[in-house]
T-cell receptor, first 112, second 112 residues
Framework: GNSVTQMEGPVTLSEEAFLTINCTYTATGYPSLFWYVQYPGEGLQLLLKATKADDKGSNKGFEATYRKETTSFHLEKGSVQVSDSAVYFCALRDTGFQKLVFGTGTRLLVSP | NAGVTQTPKFQVLKTGQSMTLQCAQDMNHNSMYWYRQDPGMGLRLIYYSASEGTTDKGEVPNGYNVSRLNKREFSLRLESAAPSQTSVYFC???????????FGPGTRLLVL
């Protein structure tokens, strides 16, 4: 079945450091790919998405590129802030279905 | 717009007790979902409702029932709570066209 694999956390960075959180997927067809973010004590909210190969999703300085050849959707940010501390979830949506399949989440901790 | 609301925020149950988690959305979305979030497991889909009047099982439906009361409301019932159901429960809604799911703030459930 379809699945999403994320790097284990926590990821601990100093403010202004470069961030990469790895995400790879297994799926049939061409699923849409998402990054969701969960701030402490809150529900998940969409950070960015990409719907086809080579698409780049971007929002709030975060970027991720849909790489079909490596089945990856890695999240990057050039300079993280303390306010970026959260749990980040990679997810895919099956073509033709409304259900999302989530990775296990990666906790990011940014210190001043 | 309140978005997706959930009640209660926190609940403690004894093994064998029953309860209903309530969810409502004011975005006129057709689809609604219930997830549970456990450490190291990410989010797992319990049940979903593609449209008013329909419900389907997700990945982990055992021990739960749902009711799509109308387009706005989607409730999750635990008939006989077990300690394994200790978790954080999230409700979400979406519109097929945009693919984005919008999440409520969650209900933290502890079963003793």
């Amino acid at each position: 079945g379809n699945s999403v694999t994320q790097m284990e956390g926590p990821v601990t960075l100093s403010e202004e450091a470069f961030l990469t959180i790895n995400c790879t997927y297994t799926a049939t067809g061409y699923p849409s790919l998402f990054w969701y973010v969960q701030y402490p004590g809150e529900g998940l909210q969409l950070l960015l998405k990409a719907t086809k190969a080579d698409d780049k999703g971007s929002n709030k300085g975060f970027e991720a590129t849909y790489r079909k050849e490596t089945t990856s959707f890695h999240l990057e940010k050039g300079s993280v802030q303390v306010s970026d501390s959260a749990v980040y979830f990679c997810a895919l949506r099956d073509t033709g279905f409304q259900k999302l399949v989530f990775g296990t989440g990666t906790r990011l901790l940014v210190s001043p | 717009n309140a978005g997706v609301t959930q009640t209660p925020k926190f609940q403690v149950l004894k093994t064998g007790q029953s309860m209903t988690l309530q969810c409502a959305q004011d975005m006129n979305h057709n689809s609604m979902y219930w997830y549970r979030q456990d450490p190291g497991m990410g989010l797992r889909l319990i049940y979903y409702s593609a449209s008013e009047g329909t419900t389907d099982k997700g990945e982990v439906p055992n021990g739960y029932n749902v009711s799509r009361l109308n387009k706005r409301e989607f409730s999750l019932r635990l008939e006989s709570a077990a300690p394994s159901q200790t978790s954080v429960y999230f409700c979400a809604s979406s519109e097929v066209r945009t693919e984005t799911q919008y999440f409520g703030p969650g209900t933290r459930l502890l079963v003793l």
